[in-house]
Every structure is written in C-alpha cells, then in structure tokens.
C-alpha cells in the first residue's frame, strides 16, 4: 500500500470558528413574525412567486486558509506519520470543477464490517470517479485495524478524528435522576434505544457538534454516510455539485414519522423558540411539511437522516446555533431522546426556503428496514439494483407525499 493512501489532514484544522462568527445570517427581514399566535398564518404556505429574489446567506470555506485551528480538545490521529495534506491531493485529482464536500461518517470500531460495507457500496456506485474525501469520527479512538480495512477501500483521501469528551457525552449539569427517570419510562413502553445513553450522546452530536469537528472545518457540504447501508444506483453526477449550483441546502431520500414518546416535549420546545425568535422563520418555510394544522400540532414527519447530503454552513449559521443551544437548554436529549433526525428536518423546514430542500429521486438507497428505489428511466439508467416497486415512497409512514404537495 503506497503511504500516500494515508492520508492524514493536519493542516485541515485550517478555518477557525471566528469564520463563523464573521458569517453573515439570514435573518434579516424577518422581523415582523412576533407571537405564535400571529405567527401561525404566516407559517403557512405562501405562493411561490417570490423565490427567485432570495440570495443564499452562506460563505463557502476554503481549504487553503492558513489560520491555526482554535480547537484544543479534538484529536486528530495521526495515520500513518508521513502523511501529506488533504487538501493538496484533493485538488490535484482533478482539474474538473468539485463542491467543497466531504464524506462524513461517524462510527464505533465495532461497527467495522458494516462500515466497510457502506464505504464500498459508496465507491463502487460514486465515488471511485469522483475521489471526494472521507472523514471518519469517533468517540474513541480508531484501531489499527479499523484504519488499516477501511482504507483499502478507496484511493480519496481519508482522516480519522476523535471527538471531544465535551462534544459527546451527557453534560454535567443534566439531572441525572431525571434522565435515568425517563430512559426508564422509554425501557419500559418498549422503544428502541430507549435505554440507551450513547445513542442519546450519538443523537445530540450529530444535532449539534460534528459540523464543529476540526476535521470537518474546511468543508462546507457533507454527505452523511451509516454502517451497512446500501446504494442502488450508479450516480453519473456529482450530488455536492448540485446542491451547490441549485443552492440547496438539506437533502433526502426517505421521510417518515418519528416514534411520538421520543420526542413528546419537542414540538413544545420549538414554539417557544419560534415566539422568541421569529426573525429566524424564513418567509417561505416548509412548516406544512412538519404540521397539519400551521403549526399547533406536530405531525412527527422528518428526513430520515441517516442519509444527508447538507450544507454544514447552515448548521453553522446564526438561526440553527441559537435553535440549537435553546434546544440544549431544555435538556431533552437525555430527559427524553430528541433524534438529530427530527431536529434537524425541523430546523431545515423553518429556516431555509422549501425550494432548497431536495429529494434525490435518483438515487437509491437502504438502511434496514427502509429504502428508496428510483423508477422508470432513474432506474434503468443508474443500473440500479433494488426493485423499483420495492420502496418506501408512498407507503403509510412515510411523509414524501407531504414534502411533495409543498411544490
Ligand atoms: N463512535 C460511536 N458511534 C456511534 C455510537 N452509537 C452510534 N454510533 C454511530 O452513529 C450512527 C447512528 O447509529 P445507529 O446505531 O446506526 O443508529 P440508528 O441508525 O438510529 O439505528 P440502527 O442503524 O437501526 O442501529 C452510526 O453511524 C453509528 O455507527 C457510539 O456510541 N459511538
Ligand atoms: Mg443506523
């Protein structure tokens, strides 16, 4: 195995978070939406003759700024010593225009045959022509091992990173008694992961923290990636470069509703924040994707976020930070189990334009029990191996149906 294959982004931690600071928000103008009262008709659909006028509010990062990395607490493993920067053998893969993006895939060392899996699925059908980045993340630190098969895998670059104590497990100003109290409540009526703290710990990092890893500054989209997940399809373009040029922000391929005793304070959560800051509700929202009735009710419809392709600026950005830290005060992570599926379809529906969530229709994808198969000529043409009747598009749970009488 030549070194150059391991490649590890040492001077990657190169954007510092005063970058976004500095990022300009897209709050302005919103001014008007005062209660949620007054709110609620506003929230509604209005027509769609206005979209063209909006400018997208995001600053795409580079991967050539020289500042120092601010961040103490994030390890970056080194793999192996003699490893070169990304971003140099990144741009030198080709001369072909490509998005600022990376693979984003957060995983345990024992989910290794599954990940193994998934990355391969991901090169055969994609990125074997298109050479975009893989980050892994874990809160442990990866082994020999795992390195050592998952980089076999691909000639693109790939860096492992080890989140920071603070970026993962529950805070200490959590009660305790009270969390223990509810993970208890959910052990008991059945639901899965109800028990759990680490997928707690996992739901609040992919919620809030892993677009602040080091690893993941340089990078403004990202493409979220799972063990054993399967892609169906040959993809012949390039999905960054979409979201780029389309100005899309958040992207999907199965919707569906949430369990309702994970999240039965969430919705509560979310109209006091609306009420508090409605400066942050885009005019042209897609709240009737995520209620029935303007806003009173939620309808527990979400992306499913195992699979996101998503703009790490918007994550970033003013609106989702301060959603995000009021969400952090209310402590619902732990005293309930607020999925980073719900939350972030929910952020997406409220603070970017409906236009700039997408359906990727084309491209097919599984993570059990669910998946998405293209049909007609997406089919055929991406040589797709999944049973086009075969997907959960418009079956009873999902909420595509929804997403698409937005448009
Ligand atoms: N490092 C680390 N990664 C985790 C942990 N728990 C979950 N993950 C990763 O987080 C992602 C989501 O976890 P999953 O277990 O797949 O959760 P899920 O998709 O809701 O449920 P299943 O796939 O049905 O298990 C996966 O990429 C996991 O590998 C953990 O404790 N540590
Ligand atoms: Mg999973």
């Not at 929230?43 to 601010?70: A, D, E, G, K």
């Not at 997928?199 to 989209?221: A, D, I, V």
Request: hydrophobic content about 30%; aromatic content about 16%; charged content about 25%.
């Amino acid at each position: 195995m030549p070194p150059k294959r391991y490649i590890i982004p040492l001077v990657l931690g190169t954007v510092t978070s005063l970058h976004y600071f500095l990022s300009p928000s897209s709050s302005t103008g919103y001014g008007r939406l005062a209660s949620f009262g007054s709110l609620q008709e506003q929230l509604r659909l209005p027509s769609l003759t206005n979209t063209t006028s909006i400018t997208t509010s995001t600053t795409t990062l580079t991967t050539t700024s020289t500042t120092s990395t601010t961040s103490t607490t994030a390890a970056v493993e080194p793999y192996p010593s003699n490893a070169t920067d990304v971003s140099q053998s990144f741009h030198n893969d080709t001369q072909e225009h490509r998005a600022n993006a990376t693979f984003v895939f957060l995983a345990r060392n024992s989910d290794i045959n599954g990940v193994v899996a998934s990355v391969q699925s991901m090169e055969d059908r994609f990125n074997r022509k298109y050479k975009y980045p893989w980050v892994f993340l874990n809160d442990e630190p990866f082994t020999e091992e795992f390195k050592r098969r998952v980089s076999i895998l691909t000639d693109a670059p790939i860096s492992f990173g080890l989140i920071p104590p603070e970026h993962w497990h529950q805070p200490e100003w959590i009660d305790e008694d009270r969390a223990r109290m509810g993970r208890q409540r959910m052990m008991i009526k059945g639901i899965i992961y109800g028990g759990s703290v680490p997928y707690r710990n996992m739901c609040r990092f992919n919620s809030g923290f892993f677009f602040k890893h080091e690893l993941l500054q340089p990078y403004r989209y990202y493409w979220r990636v799972e063990p054993s997940v399967k892609f169906f399809c040959d993809l012949n373009y390039d999905p960054f470069l979409y979201m780029e040029e389309h100005d899309k922000v958040y992207s999907f391929t199965i919707s569906l509703e949430e369990h309702e005793p994970t999240v039965p304070t969430l919705w509560d959560s979310v109209k006091e924040f609306i009420d508090q800051y409605p400066q942050f509700i885009e005019p042209q929202n897609s709240m009737d994707f995520l209620s029935n009735d303007g806003g009173k009710k939620y309808n527990l419809c979400h992306y499913w976020s195992n699979f996101e392709i998503a703009d790490m600026d918007f994550w970033r950005g003013e609106a989702y930070t301060k959603f995000f830290e009021f969400l952090e005060e209310k402590g619902g992570w732990y005293y309930e189990r607020w999925g980073d599926a719900p939350v972030h379809s929910i952020a997406a529906s409220l603070f970017a334009r409906r236009d700039q969530i997408h359906f990727f229709r084309d491209i097919g994808y599984r993570h059990e029990n669910f998946q998405h198969c293209p049909s007609g000529d997406q089919w055929s043409e991406g040589r797709c191996a999944c049973d086009s009747q075969d997907s959960f598009d418009y079956t009873d749970h999902s909420c595509l149906k929804r997403f698409e009488s937005l448009f």
